[in-house]
């Protein structure tokens, strides 16, 4: 925001340095402690400590004073700057206040939805993420990897990367031939509802897995099956695609309601064929074992690499010649370098495919491809149901997302009568549904990802506390203002009065926004902005209550709208990159 300026002091110090003959090393600039004022330091311990290596005995504290001392001595501020001192090494620059304040929300308001937003990095990242399978329910467990690889996609393109927003969807594997053998034996000829078509599908699965569980006999019926399938049946094949697209349609639904979207999407049983045929070269290159007919073919990654537990044993396709999950993620991983020339590959996966995961690094980095560096999994944990019981598909312990959507539905439709009774009753649907789903969101990606979750109805909707509903009626509020004034923002003016405490928190939170977005990208952390968001909403709410607004003087009154639609802007930026919208009303 400040950066003409930053770069015109970084200039002089470099030049103050050059004719006092001191060496120059880069300079580190970082925020003032906030305390009342805005402003940027930096230190010359640095420098001192370059000079004590050449000429010994050089105190390195006190040479970074004198340097400090005598760089504020000579400096010559320009009018954005209201001081400068010197303290114990420290350089610290001062903006002047009003010139601050009217400049952040002059930016904020100029550049509107692009404020926070980041110049172009000119790289290329693939962000995979939900990976669904099909013939199986969408349950409260596949929300985490759905909201947070869809953040992280919003944040990292927000911040000025090119960004691929992938999805793997398991279409084949020993889950699906389950479903079709119950289906052909125990279900023939029935369709899905209209309405919950994921839940049908989900309650066929845990019924087939039960059954097998409880007769291992079927077991030998379902491999067959799965070799019907490896050799391409067409009965097998018609039936697997005619129902493969029951739940690509009810994938379409959810994520259409959750405004997630993909740019490629990829499917497992596009990747078997090219996936055997890497099998075959990684046991031509000596990297694998084929110890077929009576054992799989495996790699033996410690042996490889000289270690001891540290990647144990992968087996990448089974004895019978049938694939593995690996079978088809060394293809993946090949086909999305290829395709798009990536700079990085990032797997949004749940923590405890770990292992796995460096495992399937390992071998594409000893296969030769240089960018298997460039490869990262974002682990996050688990999602529990109350009373800490794990939900798992295979065992019906599942909250159904349609019936968690619902619920919160009903829920926040009651905070919306409460507020706003008189609302038309669609009207009330809408904000519903968009307070409802900030919620859900808002609960996910406001814990860090490492975090186990166990989800809570009265957290999630907390009209007073760190939740979306509060942050949501935080712009309400500032729009309420602003539709007051027919929404006509004053022109940009010198601020002519004392700003008060609650306005330069305020504007301070407002102006760290675009270092949020760096940092949150950098990190590929949500929560960073999740609860900037709620910092941002908790110091307007502090404003609103204490600093009057239309019953100002002329002066304040300008200054402070267009305080109030520049905070209003800034938390839509900010809920945006969680995937949030913000009602008009409330």
């Known amino acids: ?276 045929e890497i099998v075959k070269q990684l046991i031509n290159d000596g990297i694998a074992q084929d110890e077929r007919p009576e054992g799989a073919v495996i790699v033996d990654l410690d042996a490889i690499l000289g270690t001891e537990e540290k990647y144990r044993v992968l087996v990448i396709l089974r004895s019978d010649g049938t694939s593995l999950y690996p079978t088809k993620d060394l293809p993946l991983a090949i086909m999305k370098f290829s395709e798009f020339n990536l700079d990085r590959s990032i797997y949004v996966i749940d923590v405890r495919q770990s292992l796995y995961m460096n495992q399937i690094f390992k071998i594409l980095d000893l296969m030769g491809n240089k960018w298997a560096k460039d490869c990262y999994h974002l682990a996050y944990e688990i999602v529990n149901l109350p009373g800490n019981v794990t939900i798992a598909s295979r065992e019906g312990t599942v909250v159904l997302l349609e019936d968690l959507i619902s619920e919160a539905e009903k829920r926040a439709f009651k905070i919306v009568e409460n507020k706003n009774t008189e609302l038309d009753e669609r009207i009330k649907k809408d904000i519903a549904q968009k307070v409802a789903i900030g919620a859900i969101k808002y609960s996910f990606l406001s814990r860090d990802n490492t975090k186990v979750i166990t989800f809570n109805w009265k957290a999630a909707m907390d009209v007073n506390g760190q939740a979306a509903p509060y942050i949501q009626y935080a712009a309400v509020r500032a729009n309420s203002i602003l539709k007051r004034v027919q929404f006509s923002i004053p022109k940009s003016d010198d601020i002519g009065y004392k700003l008060s405490v609650d306005e330069v928190e305020l504007i301070d939170l407002l102006a760290r926004f675009p270092q949020e977005v760096q940092r949150s990208a950098k990190d590929l952390r949500p929560i960073l902005i999740a609860n900037y968001s709620f910092e941002v909403a908790r110091a307007f709410s502090h404003f609103y209550n204490k600093c009057p607004v239309l019953s100002a003087d002329d002066k304040t009154k300008d200054f402070r709208l267009r305080l109030v639609a520049g905070t209003k802007q800034v938390i839509i930026n900010s809920l945006n990159l969680l995937g949030i919208k913000v009602p008009e009303v409330m």
């Open 1 to 276: 925001m400040f950066e003409k300026e930053q770069n015109e002091i970084k200039t002089q110090i470099e030049k103050i340095l050059k004719y006092q003959d001191i060496s120059k090393q880069p300079l580190k600039w970082n925020w003032i402690p906030f305390s009342g004022h805005w402003g940027i330091s930096t230190s010359f311990f640095s420098t001192a400590s370059y000079e004590a290596k050449i000429q010994k005995g050089i105190n390195v504290r006190q040479r970074a004073i004198d340097i400090a001392d005598l760089i504020a001595s000579k400096l010559k501020l320009s009018s954005a700057f209201e001081k400068v001192e010197a303290v114990n090494g420290y350089l610290n620059l001062y903006y002047d206040s009003d010139v601050f304040a009217k400049r952040v929300i002059d930016e904020v308001l100029d550049q509107g939805g692009r404020f926070g937003c980041g110049h172009s990095t000119g790289k290329k990242i693939m962000v995979e993420f939900s990976q669904p399978n099909t013939h199986k329910a969408f349950h409260v467990g596949h929300l985490r990897t759905m909201f947070l690889g869809s953040s992280i996609c919003e944040i990292l393109e927000f911040s000025g990367n090119n960004v691929i927003r992938a999805n793997y969807i398991g279409d084949i594997g020993l889950h699906v031939i389950k479903w079709l053998w119950n289906y052909l034996n125990f279900h023939s000829e029935e369709v899905p509802p209209i309405e919950g078509k994921t839940q049908w599908m989900g309650e066929l699965y845990a019924e087939a897995v039960k059954m097998i569980d409880d007769n291992p006999e079927y077991e030998t019926q379902v491999r067959e099956y799965y070799k019907l399938w490896d050799e391409k049946d067409p009965e097998i094949v018609a039936l697997w695609k005619k129902t493969r697209q029951w739940s690509l349609e009810a994938f379409d639904e959810v994520y259409e309601l959750l405004g997630i979207k993909f740019d490629k999407v990829y499917f497992e049983s596009e990747l078997e064929e090219p996936g055997k």
